[in-house]
């Protein structure tokens, strides 16, 4: 089976999330597409303001119900440890050999990519799917850098279009925060629960909630 990762906080899951998923399921035939929220990522020590690790599983459950190619993975949500992005691919691959994966990822983790921790081994166990949104990337750009890191990994780096969507999960946290709607941006179902619940309400200093790259 050709299986899409999707890895993320997902802090909260927006509809540009799952709009993503639905353009790589479709432009790449994946059979299925694996929502992986990270429960210790490496790169956001601080939660501050944020959701703990049940909140967010129970978020992108709630996102994707109803969809039989969207499926919960909760492999990183459940460990304590840091959860680096080569070991989880090669944990899956391990189990699931007879899969090929297609980790997506966005722009700005693209550019970084050098600096994930072992990039060279996440790199032997799946294809990357590098997200290139209308207007908000330069598209020559990207095909440089993917040109690059093939030759340079041996790698399997496609580049993936999708509508310039401009959501950020941060930028809702704050608008919730200072008591704003954010129906329009969320599934409904995600919405009436960061409702119910008061999440955001009670964040802490602003610069504490921006998002930085993708899981490494």
């Not at 890895?7 to 709009?19: K, S």
């Not at 998923?21 to 429960?39: H, I, K, S, T």
């Not at 899956?92 to 722009?107: D, R």
């Not at 095909?143 to 279009?161: F, G, T």
Request: with cysteine.
């Amino acid at each position: 089976m050709k299986i899409g990762i999707m890895g993320g906080t997902f802090d909260p899951i927006h509809n540009a999330h799952l709009m993503l998923a639905e353009y790589a399921y479709r432009e790449f035939a994946l059979d299925e597409v694996w929502f992986m929220p990270n429960g210790n990522p490496p790169h956001k020590q601080s939660r501050k303001g944020r959701t703990g690790a049940a909140e967010r599983v129970h978020m992108v459950r709630l996102a994707i119900a109803g969809n039989p190619a969207f499926r919960l993975e909760e492999y990183e949500s459940s460990r304590s440890e840091i959860s680096y992005s080569y070991q989880t691919m090669e944990h899956f691959k391990e189990i699931y050999p007879e899969h090929h994966f297609y980790f997506i990822i966005g722009a700005d983790s693209l550019f970084a990519l050098k600096e994930w921790v072992h990039p060279e081994r996440l790199l032997k166990t799946c294809s990357i799917l590098a997200a290139y949104r209308d207007k908000m990337n330069r598209y020559d750009r990207m095909e440089a850098k993917i040109e690059e890191l093939n030759r340079e990994y041996q790698a399997d780096i496609r580049l993936l279009v999708t509508p310039a969507v401009s959501t950020a999960s941060h930028e809702l946290r704050r608008r919730v925060k200072e008591g704003g709607s954010i129906a329009q941006d969320v599934p409904e179902a995600v919405n009436a629960y960061i409702l119910d619940h008061h999440l955001y309400w009670d964040s802490q200093d602003p610069s504490e909630l921006s998002d930085s790259a993708e899981g490494r």
